[in-house]
């Protein structure tokens, strides 16, 4: 019963604090690592976000946003790999002043469709990817009013993409630039 009040009471504190809903956008530029040749991949990202402060200066922010990541191999045969993910980064805030932030927190990743195309054939390898993939996020944004900003975030995959890979990890890597819009202030 203890346990259900202290969620409860952190539920209302949160939901009695939480100010700004926005919307957030912008560009993927992906990579893979531990895989011979491979260059960045561009992408988008885009999704919802909702800001609640936690203390003067700081706040935390959870988001789910659909992401495109992946890669591209160079060499005798250009194979592009594509993944798309419903991501749910919750990023905690530090506000340097009232306009400019810097931010941190995991990642969540969970994977809808996969692919590789090679000479204008796509495959389907989703059977191939785990389902989840966890990251660490580092980032910052700036304020230009008091509704819309510039924000940048780099995301280190944590966990292994490929499923029962004997070889060293396959991990995702992206960062992101793009543009917040926040409802209210």
Do not use: C, W
């Amino acid at each position: 019963m203890k346990k259900l009040m202290l969620v409860g009471a952190v539920a209302l504190f949160v939901s009695s604090n939480a100010q700004m809903f926005g919307v957030k956008g912008g560009a993927n530029i992906s990579g893979i690592s531990n895989v011979d040749n491979v260059k960045s991949k561009f992408g988008f990202y885009a999704g919802a976000f909702m800001n609640a402060p936690i203390a003067e200066s700081f706040s935390i922010q959870p988001e789910v946003l659909y992401s495109t990541k992946g890669g591209k191999t160079t060499g005798d045969v250009e194979i592009v790999g594509s993944a798309d993910y419903i991501s749910v980064p919750v990023m905690f805030q530090y506000h340097v002043t009232p306009q400019i932030y810097l931010e941190a927190g995991p990642e969540f990743s969970f994977l809808l469709s996969a692919n590789a195309k090679t000479g204008g054939v796509s495959s389907d390898i989703k059977n191939v990817l785990t389902g989840f993939d966890l990251g660490i996020g580092l980032g910052a944004g700036y304020y230009f009013t008091e509704n819309i900003g510039l924000t940048a975030r780099y995301v280190a995959g944590v966990t292994d993409m490929v499923k029962d890979n004997p070889n060293d990890a396959v991990r995702n890597s992206v960062f992101q630039v793009g543009l917040a819009y926040k409802f209210g202030y």
